[in-house]
């Protein structure tokens, strides 16, 4: 693989969407798969209000803001999310017999150049890799989640 041009970010909760507006703040395409469209509308939405508080601040101009926005996407479908992804991010809650559920299906339906990753911080990667059948391409990047209550 050359480049990575286009993430899948499955799992648009409690990280999965942050995840997601980092990786389109970077310029990449971005598409976000969850199980409900309310959760999605629901992702939607933050990513809505940070980008304004962002705007608000001035640390992005509201172009930068406008542009990120149109790099996600949002889709209920597995096989939508994934087929030209290039790198694939796992951020769903931490049960390893789901993760290595979705892990089967992401290897399925990817490209086979994919890489797979976790955000899990508690599973190791050898154990989600071995639900696929490239487990050389298989890794956890773990996210914070951090949420400032300052005043």
């Not at 997601?20 to 999605?40: H, S």
């Not at 017999?97 to 089967?104: A, G, N």
């Amino acid at each position: 693989m050359e480049e990575i041009k286009k993430i899948a970010v499955i799992g648009a909760g409690v990280m999965g969407h942050g995840i997601a507006q980092v990786y389109a703040m970077a310029g990449y395409e971005v598409v976000v798969r969850d199980i409900k469209q309310e959760i999605l509308e629901g992702a939607k939405k933050r990513i809505e209000w940070s980008l304004r508080k962002m705007v608000e601040k001035k640390t992005i101009t509201q172009e930068q803001a406008t542009s990120t926005l149109s790099r996600i996407k949002f889709t209920l479908d597995m096989k939508e999310a994934v087929k030209d992804a290039d790198y694939i991010v796992e951020a769903i809650p931490e049960r390893v017999d789901l993760k290595r559920e979705v892990f089967k299906e992401i290897d399925e339906l990817a490209p086979e150049h994919a890489i797979i990753s976790s955000n899990t911080s508690t599973i190791s990667a050898t154990i989600l890799g071995d639900a696929t059948k490239r487990p050389d391409r298989v890794v956890n990047q773990h996210w914070f989640n951090h949420r400032c209550s300052c005043i």
